[in-house]
């Protein structure tokens, strides 16, 4: 089946630093991807969909400029969190569609804490 | 502006009970709808999914119902199996979008 591999799993960073989360579609080219945020006991948040070839669309409040998405190749999306606060920890998750009536596959998460 | 509801934050259900659980959308563009199971600190897993032009669709223990007029859709688990023991999210896109609008989840708990 479609797999959505994500990297890394969890990763702790101090403030100020940045962070670079992969993902990457194993066996299908996905020419969208999308990124979301999970708060504790809180639902999926899109941050922004991930064009291949093109800029990303980000959501309204999500900041671009600290957000970084890119999308090189049909297989690989990342996602740079740049000038990391205690408040951008929480849990990253990417997803891509493999095609039609497949439905969304997700990565399992990066969690990310910033100390 | 939430989309999606999930009312019931958790469910506590018996082994071998049905499990029923509940969404609600406000968004009448929605048209696709599925359901995903999701353990902690791993990525949610797709479990199910209806188009608007169905009410019912099956697979195995899970079924999905969508009433279209009111505007909600549920998911039931029969039997309820330990495994089952998992956070399911319901989620929603509308036509030519391909952007998920999920709920806020319902833990479900199976007990022994």
């Known amino acids: 089946g479609a797999v959505v591999s994500q990297h890394p799993s969890w990763v702790i960073c101090k403030s100020g630093t940045s962070v670079k989360i992969e993902c990457r579609s194993l066996d299908f080219q996905a020419t969208t991807m999308f990124w979301y945020r999970q708060f504790p006991k809180q639902s999926l948040m899109l941050m922004a969909t991930s064009n291949e070839g093109s800029k990303a669309t980000y959501e309204q409040g999500v900041e671009k400029d600290k957000f970084l998405i890119n999308h090189a190749s049909l297989t690989l999306s990342t996602l740079t969190v740049t000038s990391a606060h205690p408040e951008d920890s929480s849990f990253y998750i990417c997803s891509a569609m493999p095609g039609q009536g497949y439905g969304y596959t997700f990565g399992s998460g990066t969690r990310l804490t910033v100390v | 502006d939430q989309q999606v509801k999930q009312n019931s934050p958790s469910l506590s259900v018996q082994e071998g009970r049905i499990s029923i659980l509940n969404c609600d959308y406000t968004?009448?563009?929605?048209?696709?709808f599925l359901w995903y199971k999701k353990y902690p600190a791993e990525g949610p897993t797709f479990l199910i999914s209806i188009s608007s032009i169905k009410d019912k669709n099956e697979d195995g223990r899970f079924t999905v119902f969508l009433n279209k007029s009111a505007k909600h859709l549920s998911l039931h688990i029969v039997p309820s199996q330990p495994g089952d023991s998992a956070v399911y999210f319901c989620?929603?896109?509308?036509?030519?979008?391909?952007?998920?609008?999920f709920g806020a989840g319902t833990t479900v708990t199976v007990r022994a």
């Open positions: 968004n009448s563009m929605f048209d696709y």
């Open positions: 989620a929603a896109s509308a036509a030519n979008d391909y952007k998920l609008s």
